[in-house]
């Protein structure tokens, strides 16, 4: 952490100087968490055009003649913008003196794109040896096949989550948000922290690399000891659990509820509240319940059919069962328990003027005499227009003061 970077206010890394030049979302991602704890990020886009995600709609939201992109608007709050030609000597230039007074440097480059241009990590740890270079690619810096491209959705498929997912065999399905970029972005940034943790021993700064398949890999989580210890081939099981039941989705009256059912104390409760016998054969234990999961399903949605939701919920409830409903993301984001955590925020817009955004899943207590006291981060800015930030970054840059306007 440099001494002279510029607190942004509130966060655990509020001081520290993160330099993005990713595009898209692995990268940007990883650059608004850092954001979020409060780090200066400095997001480096092409003239002109900007990130490729500016013009990815619609929905474009705001004046004709200035359209935004919402899927910008996701993964690029707390950030300043400059626009840099990195291929002419002047860009160069600009980057070079970001380079030496940042403790992160972020990119989502292919592979050897970066070096073409003159800052291959060795360059830029020559700059500044103090520097943590989060490198996110597709399918990983080296191997067989690290010159592909890398897609969320063709990452989803390649890292076997499709073949996870959706309701059987003939119905494979990727998840409904890009779930390969924002694993990369997150589990990269986890690396960083990790990596600036052991620059506080060593004094030196290293590469942290992650892919989206690596991050696809990573949460296999026991689907993949099912392939890698017993042998067997998952395949989707649409929205009920491949070794737990009764766990899952199940229609009611007027609709459908979710339980989760995940030991043998808690389906002796559900039992006797839905006039169930527990031993009943083929469900005794879990085991030959998920053998048997057609017809518990059928029992269970026959017990159901007499209730509506909101019966269920309650009755589910009153019998101590983890039950919930399927909420929109319209319902989400109005819906109080999300908002007593903080997951929406508002914002000033220079275009669209006051927006909400989906807000950050991390908040931080400090301990005292009168107990918790939040010291959350909980100011947070707009994403930035193109370039809106260029004169506040080149005055700081040279040491001089800011014209009336600059940050």
């Not at 840099?84 to 003196?97: I, N, Q, V």
């Not at 459908?256 to 016998?277: P, R, T, Y």
Request: aromatic share 6%; hydrophobic share 40%; net charge negative.
């Amino acid at each position: 952490m440099f001494d002279d970077a510029p607190a942004t206010g509130e966060g655990p890394l509020s001081g520290y100087t993160v330099i993005d030049l990713s595009r898209a979302l692995a990268g940007p991602h990883a650059g608004m968490m850092f954001g979020d704890l409060g780090a200066r990020v400095i997001k480096v886009e092409n003239p002109g055009r900007g990130d490729d995600s500016r013009s990815w709609g619609p929905p474009f939201v705001g004046p004709a003649d200035d359209p935004q992109a919402t899927y910008f608007l996701s993964t690029n709050r707390n950030k300043e913008s400059i626009a840099l030609d990195l291929k002419s000597e002047t860009g160069k230039d600009t980057l070079r003196a970001l380079i030496a007074r940042a403790d992160v440097l972020i990119e989502n480059f292919r592979t050897g794109v970066l070096d073409r241009l003159g800052f291959s990590p060795a360059t830029c740890l020559e700059i500044n040896p103090r520097l943590v270079i989060l490198s996110i690619t597709g399918f990983g810096h080296d191997g067989p096949e690290a010159s592909r491209a890398g897609y969320d959705q063709i990452a989803q498929g390649e890292a076997g989550l499709m073949s996870l997912t959706g309701s059987g065999p003939d119905d494979m399905q990727r998840v409904g948000v890009p779930i390969a970029d924002l694993l990369a972005g997150i589990y990269g940034s986890y690396g960083v922290l990790a990596a600036l943790l052991e620059r506080e021993r060593t004094g030196r700064g290293k590469i942290v690399r992650t892919s989206l398949i690596a991050g696809m890999v990573g949460v296999h989580a026991f689907q993949g000891t099912r392939a890698t210890v017993a042998g067997e081939n998952p395949q989707p099981g649409g929205n009920h659990h491949p070794s737990l039941s009764p766990y899952g989705l199940f229609a009611s009256q007027d609709g459908a509820v979710q339980i989760s059912v995940g030991n043998e104390s808690l389906w002796q409760k559900f039992a006797a509240a839905f006039d169930i016998d527990p031993a009943t054969p083929g469900m005794a234990d879990n085991a030959e319940r998920v053998a048997n999961r057609l017809a518990v399903i059928a029992l269970i949605e026959s017990r159901f059919a007499d209730f509506t939701s909101a019966q269920l919920l309650e009755k589910l409830s009153a019998a101590g069962i983890p039950a919930g409903t399927v909420r929109t993301l319209a319902e989400v984001y109005d819906w109080e328990q999300a908002l007593s955590q903080g997951l929406k925020v508002s914002v000033d817009h220079p275009v669209l003027g006051d927006i909400d955004l989906p807000g950050p899943p991390l908040r931080f207590f400090d301990t005292g005499a009168d107990g918790e006291v939040e010291t959350t981060k909980t100011t947070h800015e707009a994403p930035p227009l193109l370039d809106e930030d260029a004169e506040a970054i080149a005055a700081w840059l040279t040491g001089e003061p800011a014209t009336e306007g600059g940050d």
